[in-house]
């Protein structure tokens, strides 16, 4: 075939066809890390820009530029599967890995790419940390948190996690708050309110928008959660935070990070 003649020719008259790969335990590991919620070793990853490393990394392009966004969709490709087959829910995944991908329409160079590769494997792998940490949660609770994740948009009730997991209300009720620590209530205001700062943080919506949009009675009741949790109100902290990156505390990855 045409096409296997043309890449013998490349193979064979290349120069680059001498190159050799870097052994695949090194990448193997690396996944394995992210997978295991290992954060100090991916933060030394992201230190010693291994990511911005070319040796014994294959060429996907001639543009520098091009060749590393190649390389970071295969990154996010490979860890939102092996996350997800280490426990993370499948939808949550995917749409994390979908939303890194994005970001590299505005990445123009080198140095914007890494910065959204770091923050992605970084969120993939404190959101592993946590999941390990949660593991010995009950079945009907993690279908409770999964649930209340992919309906964050909606007005989830107690009843509503009481059908999907086919016990009673009061049942859900006493088990969730025993195991979380905190009852249903508490933990889906939490994860829309987490919700909503990166709204402020990563997007333009208005406060009547993202009120709106996570399903708040109101604006003015979104306000009043908002200030109760963070101290300031919605405004105050988008000016505060509009455009910055996470520090990397415990309550950047809970709930729906950076979605």
């Not at 009720?173 to 205001?189: N, Q, T």
Request: glycine letters at 4%; a neutral charge.
């Amino acid at each position: 075939m045409k096409t296997g003649n043309d890449w013998v020719k490349v193979e064979f008259l290349s120069p680059e066809s001498d190159m050799i790969h870097r052994p695949q335990t090194d990448e193997l590991l690396f996944y394995r890390q992210v997978a295991s919620g290992d954060v100090e070793a991916i933060t030394e990853n992201c230190r010693q820009h291994r990511f911005l490393d070319k040796e014994g990394v294959g060429t996907l392009s001639k543009d520098p530029v091009l060749n590393l966004k190649y390389h970071f969709v295969v990154t996010a490709a490979l860890v939102s599967r092996i996350c997800t087959e280490n426990g993370m829910e499948m939808e949550q995944s995917f749409r994390l890995s979908d939303y890194y991908i994005g970001k590299l329409d505005f990445a123009s160079n080198e140095e914007e790419i890494e910065k959204w590769h770091n923050k992605m494997v970084l969120d993939y792998t404190r959101r592993m940390q946590l999941l390990k940490q949660s593991s010995s949660l009950s079945r009907p609770v993690s279908e409770c948190m999964n649930y209340i994740y992919a309906h964050i948009k909606d007005r989830v009730t107690i009843d509503d996690l009481a059908a999907v997991t086919g016990n009673s209300p009061s049942y859900i009720s006493r088990l969730f708050k025993s195991e979380v620590g905190v009852p249903v209530s508490d933990y889906i205001r939490k994860v829309k309110l987490d919700k909503a700062k990166n709204l402020l943080r990563f997007s333009d919506f208005t406060l009547v928008e993202i009120a709106q949009y996570l399903s708040f009675s109101s604006q003015s009741h979104f306000i009043k959660l908002f200030k109760e949790e963070t101290k300031m109100t919605p405004k105050k902290y988008r000016s505060m935070y509009y455009g910055t990156h996470w520090k990397g505390s415990d309550d950047d990855f809970t709930g729906d990070q950076l979605m």
